[in-house]
């Protein structure tokens, strides 16, 4: 312990920058939003008439309280919001935790061109995320993409004007799930790799049904790398932002002519952050809730798993 | 085939219970790495093991033990030759097939599981019934000595404790082998002493065939019916360990058995006489050509005596407890040999001393085959 104590100076010296950077960019903001989220009518800019007080660093406020929060509530773009984030979260997550093992078990198992697939299912995650969306816009186009193309279905519209919120969200879905798994077949493929090959060989031995190779000793001993992969996954998938802009281009969270039909949370949030008027304080309370949700739900999945997670 | 000795319930015919002889004939394996280079690890061997018997496969690091063993078992295949359990080619048999049970080096114990779940794990791939299976891991860790353990961890078990659960487990499915990797390596000194005599124990009560791999010769000796020396995958000798102790067919294995090592000593045979270098003469009427030849003289072979034929000068003088070393330098040569001495009550360092050896083995230097 003395040791440290004698080095703490050379080991904040180290991380100064680093805590600098964090400091003005994650730690302050977010002390900033949790203050904004609770005052009412608060303005940026600071048009400070008598009856406002002013805030440290600027801007004015009129009361302090959960107005922002009531007003996040009744509006409709929020709910819409939550349904979008909602469906995406608890469908595309399991779907891509169990398509990303059954691939990972699969090239595990593939002993020619593994170095190959490994690379071809890796491809999307070292893609830009925009270009993706290009191009997932144009295999979904109405008119000359290649889905209906192939379906005969042209004249159908997926992401353009006329979408129902069905398929549009089936786009959606197909790039959340594709575009999530190349990090987690990487990580469940790792980790298959570094199980010992002795207790597979002592299962073969014990003549070992392949299913309960699989499930009782694969999945159990991946369990740690299964957890984490879903819990960062619902966190990545409650943030979903980037995904609908790079489908349905920047400004719009939906197919031309019902704009905010596939709007996220953060899409949501980021919306309010811009609007005229009292942008701030209604954008922070919409990030403070999901905060709490994405907390609750973390809090819920450690739960859950401990009993089924050997570490 | 004997049958098998245990009390343990017969579970139906899904559950092999004969032990039976196991013969390798003319055993071979050999690696083929990438850039092309060939290494053989086993070559051409041939080993009858008979029914009920515990032999170990001794041999250096690299030897091929190992290989021999994970062939036995079916989880490497062999290049040539084939493999009988009894009647039974197993040859081209897999593993799940062979009715054998393998205890690992590190004993592979499923770490999620507890110790009762890791025994049961076999019954359960089998179908045996729950109940059934229950009490026949009960039973099977009644005779390893860890019935009051079944509801821990492997992580909550000392390396001896989870050695026992790896034997179990590999016997609750009543195998018609039993094969062990280096079963005592991972434990400390004094664990090892006691494991390898459990081992021997478990092995008498079940009556199962079993083969273990040790480059611990006093491992292997303590324990086995039989030892199979080996090296650069070829057996050297096998027979019952005091035979081969006492009558090695070759350099290489009287070396490799006996702790403190053989004393080997250049010497050559002119005329019919044994002589050493300085042209001592040990003994006469040999019918070997003139030759330079090694001789092998174990530490116990050698007598204190007032006229004898080798004089030697003390270096060091060890008590080892019951018996005394004695490390000196044989006058007239550069060797320093030891010899084990029951009391040196009247020996002081740097004092010559005549000695008698009462037995000893003469190699061919080339070839290091031992003239009979």
Same mark, same amino acid.
């Given at each position: 312990?003395?040791?440290?104590?004698?080095?703490?100076?050379?080991?904040?010296?180290?991380?100064?920058?680093?805590?600098?950077?964090?400091?003005?960019?994650?730690?302050?903001?977010?002390?900033?939003?949790?203050?904004?989220?609770?005052?009412?009518?608060?303005?940026?800019?600071?048009?400070?008439?008598?009856?406002?007080?002013?805030?440290?660093?600027?801007?004015?406020?009129?009361?302090?309280?959960?107005?922002?929060?009531?007003?996040?509530?009744?509006?409709?773009?929020?709910?819409?919001?939550?349904?979008?984030?909602?469906?995406?979260?608890?469908?595309?997550?399991?779907?891509?935790?169990?398509?990303?093992?059954?691939?990972?078990?699969?090239?595990?198992?593939?002993?020619?061109?593994?170095?190959?697939?490994?690379?071809?299912?890796?491809?999307?995650?070292?893609?830009?995320?925009?270009?993706?969306?290009?191009?997932?816009?144009?295999?979904?186009?109405?008119?000359?993409?290649?889905?209906?193309?192939?379906?005969?279905?042209?004249?159908?519209?997926?992401?353009?004007?006329?979408?129902?919120?069905?398929?549009?969200?089936?786009?959606?879905?197909?790039?959340?799930?594709?575009?999530?798994?190349?990090?987690?077949?990487?990580?469940?493929?790792?980790?298959?790799?570094?199980?010992?090959?002795?207790?597979?060989?002592?299962?073969?031995?014990?003549?070992?049904?392949?299913?309960?190779?699989?499930?009782?000793?694969?999945?159990?001993? *991946?369990?740690?790398? +299964? @957890?984490? &992969? /879903?819990?960062?996954? #619902?966190?990545?998938?409650? $943030?979903?932002?980037?995904?609908?802009?790079?489908?349905?281009?920047?400004?719009?969270?939906?197919?031309?002519?019902?704009?905010?039909?596939?709007?996220?949370?953060?899409?949501?949030?980021?919306?309010?952050?811009?609007?005229?008027?009292?942008?701030?304080?209604?954008?922070?309370?919409?990030?403070?809730? *999901?905060?709490?949700? +994405? @907390?609750? &739900? /973390?809090?819920?999945? #450690?739960?859950?798993?401990? $009993?089924?997670?050997?570490? | 085939?004997?049958?098998?000795?245990?009390?343990?319930?017969?579970?139906?015919?899904?559950?092999?219970?004969?032990?039976?002889?196991?013969?390798?004939?003319?055993?071979?394996?050999?690696?083929?790495?990438?850039?092309?280079?060939?290494?053989?690890?086993?070559?051409?061997?041939?080993?009858?093991?008979?029914?009920?018997?515990?032999?170990?496969?001794?041999?250096?690091?690299?030897?091929?033990?190992?290989?021999?063993?994970?062939?036995?078992?079916?989880?490497?295949?062999?290049?040539?030759?084939?493999?009988?359990?009894?009647?039974?080619?197993?040859?081209?048999?897999?593993?799940?097939?062979?009715?054998?049970?393998?205890?690992?080096?590190?004993?592979?114990?499923?770490?999620?599981?507890?110790?009762?779940?890791?025994?049961?794990?076999?019954?359960?791939?089998?179908?045996?019934?729950?109940?059934?299976?229950?009490?026949?891991?009960?039973?099977?860790?009644?005779?390893?000595?860890?019935?009051?353990?079944?509801?821990?961890?492997?992580?909550?078990?000392?390396?001896?404790?989870?050695?026992?659960?790896?034997?179990?487990?590999?016997?609750?499915?009543?195998?018609?082998?039993?094969?062990?990797?280096?079963?005592?390596?991972?434990?400390?000194?004094?664990?090892?002493?006691?494991?390898?005599?459990?081992?021997?124990?478990?092995?008498?009560?079940?009556?199962?065939?079993?083969?273990?791999?040790?480059?611990?010769?006093?491992?292997?000796?303590?324990?086995?019916?039989?030892?199979?020396?080996?090296?650069?995958?070829?057996?050297?000798?096998?027979?019952?360990?005091?035979?081969?102790?006492?009558?090695?067919?070759?350099?290489?294995?009287?070396?490799?058995?006996?702790?403190?090592?053989?004393?080997?000593?250049?010497?050559?045979?002119?005329?019919?006489?044994?002589?050493?270098?300085?042209?001592?003469?040990?003994?006469?009427?040999?019918?070997?050509?003139?030759?330079?030849?090694?001789?092998?003289?174990?530490?116990?072979?050698?007598?204190?005596?007032?006229?004898?034929?080798?004089?030697?000068?003390?270096?060091?003088?060890?008590?080892?407890?019951?018996?005394?070393?004695?490390?000196?330098?044989?006058?007239?040569?550069?060797?320093?040999?030891?010899?084990?001495?029951?009391?040196?009550?009247?020996?002081?360092?740097?004092?010559?001393?005549?000695?008698?050896?009462?037995?000893?083995?003469?190699?061919?230097?080339?070839?290091?085959?031992?003239?009979?």
């Amino acid at each position: 312990m003395l040791e440290y104590k004698k080095d703490g100076w050379k080991a904040t010296l180290a991380l100064a920058p680093m805590l600098l950077l964090m400091s003005v960019f994650t730690f302050w903001p977010i002390i900033n939003s949790l203050i904004m989220a609770f005052l009412e009518d608060y303005s940026f800019g600071g048009m400070a008439s008598h009856a406002y007080a002013r805030v440290i660093g600027g801007g004015t406020y009129n009361g302090i309280g959960f107005a922002n929060f009531v007003q996040v509530f009744n509006e409709k773009d929020f709910w819409v919001a939550l349904k979008n984030t909602s469906v995406m979260v608890f469908i595309s997550v399991p779907l891509t935790v169990i398509i990303g093992l059954a691939i990972a078990v699969g090239l595990n198992a593939t002993k020619k061109l593994q170095g190959f697939f490994q690379t071809v299912f890796f491809l999307p995650y070292v893609t830009n995320t925009i270009a993706l969306g290009l191009v997932f816009g144009s295999v979904f186009h109405i008119e000359y993409g290649l889905i209906n193309k192939v379906f005969g279905t042209v004249g159908l519209s997926w992401i353009n004007h006329g979408a129902t919120w069905w398929r549009a969200m089936l786009v959606l879905m197909v790039y959340t799930v594709w575009n999530g798994l190349a990090f987690k077949i990487i990580v469940f493929l790792s980790g298959m790799q570094s199980i010992d090959k002795q207790y597979y060989q002592a299962a073969q031995i014990d003549s070992t049904p392949r299913w309960r190779v699989f499930s009782k000793i694969t999945v159990p001993l *991946l369990s740690p790398m +299964i @957890l984490y &992969i /879903t819990i960062t996954s #619902f966190i990545g998938a409650f $943030k979903a932002y980037s995904s609908v802009i790079a489908i349905f281009g920047t400004g719009d969270y939906g197919p031309v002519g019902n704009e905010k039909m596939m709007i996220t949370l953060v899409g949501y949030i980021y919306d309010k952050m811009w609007e005229s008027g009292t942008p701030f304080g209604v954008g922070s309370a919409g990030s403070l809730i *999901l905060f709490a949700i +994405i @907390l609750l &739900i /973390t809090f819920v999945q #450690f739960r859950v798993s401990k $009993k089924r997670v050997h570490y | 085939m004997e049958k098998v000795s245990t009390n343990v319930t017969d579970v139906g015919d899904k559950i092999i219970h004969q032990s039976v002889d196991v013969r390798l004939q003319n055993l071979t394996k050999v690696f083929f790495e990438k850039s092309g280079k060939k290494t053989v690890a086993v070559d051409d061997f041939s080993i009858l093991i008979p029914a009920g018997k515990l032999i170990g496969l001794l041999g250096p690091s690299g030897c091929g033990k190992s290989t021999t063993l994970y062939m036995i078992a079916g989880l490497h295949k062999p290049t040539a030759g084939s493999i009988f359990f009894g009647d039974d080619d197993v040859t081209n048999m897999p593993p799940e097939k062979r009715g054998i049970g393998l205890v690992f080096q590190n004993y592979a114990l499923y770490p999620h599981f507890t110790v009762r779940q890791n025994i049961m794990f076999p019954l359960e791939n089998l179908k045996v019934p729950k109940e059934e299976a229950l009490k026949l891991a009960q039973q099977m860790a009644e005779l390893v000595h860890i019935g009051d353990l079944m509801d821990r961890k492997p992580s909550q078990l000392s390396g001896g404790q989870q050695q026992r659960v790896a034997i179990a487990r590999a016997l609750v499915k009543r195998p018609r082998v039993l094969l062990l990797d280096e079963p005592l390596s991972n434990l400390d000194a004094r664990l090892r002493l006691q494991t390898r005599e459990e081992i021997k124990r478990i092995q008498r009560e079940t009556g199962i065939t079993t083969i273990f791999v040790t480059h611990d010769q006093e491992e292997a000796m303590s324990i086995s019916d039989e030892i199979v020396v080996m090296n650069y995958g070829i057996k050297q000798q096998m027979n019952h360990p005091q035979a081969v102790y006492d009558e090695p067919v070759n350099m290489f294995v009287a070396k490799f058995l006996g702790n403190p090592p053989i004393n080997i000593i250049p010497a050559k045979i002119v005329g019919g006489q044994l002589t050493l270098l300085d042209n001592t003469v040990l003994e006469k009427g040999f019918e070997i050509a003139d030759q330079e030849v090694m001789i092998g003289l174990r530490p116990e072979y050698f007598k204190i005596v007032s006229t004898g034929k080798i004089t030697a000068q003390i270096e060091m003088i060890e008590h080892i407890g019951r018996d005394t070393m004695i490390i000196c330098q044989l006058e007239n040569a550069e060797n320093t040999i030891r010899v084990i001495v029951p009391s040196a009550k009247n020996l002081t360092v740097n004092q010559k001393i005549k000695l008698n050896a009462t037995k000893f083995f003469i190699f061919n230097k080339e070839t290091g085959e031992r003239y009979k």
